[in-house]
T-cell receptor, first 113, second 115 residues
Framework: GNSVTQMEGPVTLSEEAFLTINCTYT??????LFWYVQYPGEGLQLLLK?????DKGSNKGFEATYRKETTSFHLEKGSVQVSDSAVYFC????????????FGKGNQVVVIP | DARVTQTPRHKVTEMGQEVTMRCQPI?????VFWYRQTMMQGLELLAY????????DSGMPKDRFSAEMPDATLATLKIQPSEPRDSAVYFC?????????????FGQGTRLTVV
């Protein structure tokens, strides 16, 4: 079935550092890929998305490129701020998965001033 | 500003009691998801609906959980009887699922504590 794998463990980094969170997927067909962000005490919010191979999703300085050859959708930001501290979830949705939204386990990101 | 509304935001109940969580999806959305979030398991899909019909509830313990959509403006998740292991944050999300491009909008969740 469709699944998403995120790198293990929290990510702690200093303000203005470069952030990368890895995400790989397994899916039948051509899924749409998403990154969601969850701030403390809140629900998940869509951060960015890409619907076909080589598409780049971007928002608030974050970017991720849909790489079909490596089945990856890594999230990057060039210079993080304290306000970026949150949990980040990679997700996919596929017609062949009946459009169910499958999430990775999430990565806690802590940005230190 | 359209948003998914969940009630209650917090619920503390005793083991064995019935718990009902409610969700009002965004008007016009035809897909509704119920997720459970815990530290140990992360986000688990419990059930989801398309045009009010249940498509998949394989993630839900059938003996105690039930999910329904009595109409297009209301989704409910019921636990009877509740157990301490059901303590979690329950999220409802709605979206427009077409062609595999289901973008979901989440509510703020119901934090359930069963003592």
């Amino acid at each position: 079935g469709n699944s998403v794998t995120q790198m293990e463990g929290p990510v702690t980094l200093s303000e203005e550092a470069f952030l990368t969170i890895n995400c790989t997927y397994t899916a039948t067909g051509y899924p749409s890929l998403f990154w969601y962000v969850q701030y403390p005490g809140e629900g998940l919010q869509l951060l960015l998305k890409a619907t076909k191979a080589d598409d780049k999703g971007s928002n608030k300085g974050f970017e991720a490129t849909y790489r079909k050859e490596t089945t990856s959708f890594h999230l990057e930001k060039g210079s993080v701020q304290v306000s970026d501290s949150a949990v980040y979830f990679c997700a996919l949705s596929s017609y062949y998965g009946n459009n169910r939204l499958a999430f990775g386990k999430g990565n806690q990101v802590v940005v230190i001033p | 500003d359209a948003r998914v509304t969940q009630t209650p935001r917090h619920k503390v109940t005793e083991m064995g009691q019935e718990v009902t969580m409610r969700c009002q999806p965004i008007l016009g959305h035809n897909t509704v998801f119920w997720y459970r979030q815990t530290m140990m398991q992360g986000l688990e899909l419990l059930a989801y609906f398309r045009n009010r019909a249940p498509l998949d509830d394989s993630g839900m313990p059938k003996d105690r959980f039930s999910a329904e959509m009595p109409d297009a403006t209301l989704a409910t998740l019921k636990i009877q009887p509740s157990e301490p292991r059901d303590s979690a944050v329950y999220f409802c999300a709605s979206g427009t699922g077409t062609g595999g491009n289901t973008e979901a909008f989440f509510g703020q969740g119901t934090r359930l504590t069963v003592v």
